[in-house]
């Protein structure tokens, strides 16, 4: 028997490196790491490195970005868990001022409306959770790591960066939780970000990078900026609203 909608929570899932904040998180928490000692140096600047390369490359990117991981698991492993909770609080302290200006008026706007926020992003899961509590949504999402006796033992799980990463994440999302598809939203600025607009009813492309625009302009997906980005979801959280009390009226 299908959950009848009205019992079903609302869901949006934000991307946030290029969407909620400029840059990358993961690299302001890799530089820390190595400054407060967490990792070693020469295997945090090596990961940074193979970021840095992705970011620029116009070919072989998905090997850099498999690299990348490939090198933060071994910069963490062996690292304490409270150690690089406590650097990842402090980056994200530091990063917060970062957030684009209509960042948290999204979030207030998502809020009000009754939607329940996840956070799905190719940082570390430490850091997404963090900025989660920070931001006082629901969950944070991230590459997982296998922690035994309090250490990250370097073994990744499903990073959200590589292909079929936020896929997994969503389908085992919808697996688990009350979901009503036609009112969820996935807000992000990337390809990789394409894998959650399928799952929803309200997909948003923000700024769209070279290989997003193509797609979001075929699919119909709806595509903003940062001035546009507000009032642009305050119309469809409306319509949305709109149609899913015209659906149920007795």
């Not at 904040?21 to 820390?32: K, Q």
């Not at 970005?65 to 062996?78: F, K, P």
């Not at 900025?131 to 799980?157: C, K, M, N, Y």
Request: aromatic share 8%.
């Amino acid at each position: 028997m299908t959950a009848d909608p009205e019992d079903q929570a609302r869901h949006a899932f934000l991307d946030m490196d290029g969407t909620l904040l400029p840059g990358v998180l993961g690299m302001y928490y890799l530089r820390n790491l190595a400054v407060d000692g967490v990792c070693d140096r020469t295997a945090t600047e090596a990961c940074l490195g193979a970021i840095k390369r992705y970011a620029t490359a116009t070919s072989d990117r998905e090997h850099l970005h498999v690299e990348s991981y490939r090198l933060y698991s071994e910069a963490i492993r062996g690292v304490a868990f409270d150690r690089a909770w406590a650097t990842a609080r402090r980056t994200w302290n530091a990063c917060r001022s970062r957030l684009f200006p209509f960042a948290e008026e999204l979030i207030s706007l998502l809020k009000a409306n009754g939607y329940q926020i996840h956070l799905i992003s190719g940082n570390a899961d430490t850091i997404m959770t963090v900025a989660a509590l920070d931001l006082g949504v629901a969950s944070g999402h991230g590459v997982g790591t296998e922690i035994v006796d309090g250490r990250f033992t370097g073994r990744l799980a499903n990073p959200p960066g590589l292909p079929g990463g936020k896929e997994s994440i969503m389908r085992g999302f919808k697996a688990t939780e009350s979901f009503d598809h036609d009112s969820a939203v996935a807000i992000g600025n990337t390809v990789r970000d394409s894998e959650l607009f399928d799952h929803v009813g309200i997909a948003i492309a923000f700024e769209p990078d070279g290989e997003l625009r193509p797609v979001a302009a075929r699919r119909g997906w709806h595509i903003v900026d940062r001035v546009t980005i507000v009032p642009a979801c305050a119309r469809l959280l409306a319509g949305s609203s709109r149609a899913h009390t015209r659906n149920h009226t007795p």
